[in-house]
Nanobody, 126 residues
Framework: QEQLVESGGGLAQPGGSLRLSCAASGFALNTFTIGWFRQAPGKEREGVSCISRRDGYADSVKGRFTISRDITKNTVYLQMNSLKPEDTGVYYC??????????????????????WGQGTQVTVSS
């Protein structure tokens, strides 16, 4: 059974950093497109970053967030620097197992991702 488990969320001050982890079981992350999405209170879920053959980032996080993959640990990370209060929300990782899309630039569209984690809360506040 394919499963994703997020961790690493918590409270950070504006300008601070957090690193989120997305650990997979039941499949190998190095052949799946992995995406990070977030949902702020009262708002719709939005795409943050994704990794396939090429990384992708939402404009709001470019230059501040970095996505990476550790094949040996079957884990994808989201390093978040220069955090802002508007980065607050529940962060989800998700997997797209389509092999053709994996070979292309990833796309942050929720409908492409079929396996989701339960989320981890990130709060940025002073």
């Amino acid at each position: 059974q394919e499963q994703l488990v997020e961790s690493g969320g918590g409270l950070a001050q504006p300008g601070g950093s957090l690193r989120l982890s997305c650990a997979a079981s039941g499949f190998a992350l190095n052949t799946f497109t992995i995406g990070w999405f977030r949902q702020a209170p009262g708002k719709e879920r939005e795409g943050v970053s994704c990794i396939s053959r090429r990384d992708g980032y939402a404009d709001s996080v470019k230059g501040r967030f970095t996505i990476s993959r550790d094949i040996t640990k079957n884990t994808v990370y989201l390093q978040m620097n220069s955090l802002k209060p508007e980065d607050t929300g529940v962060y989800y990782c998700a997997a797209d197992n389509n092999p053709y899309r994996f070979l292309r630039q990833c796309v942050l569209s929720e409908t492409l991702f079929g396996t989701w984690g339960q989320g981890t809360q990130v709060t940025v506040s002073s």
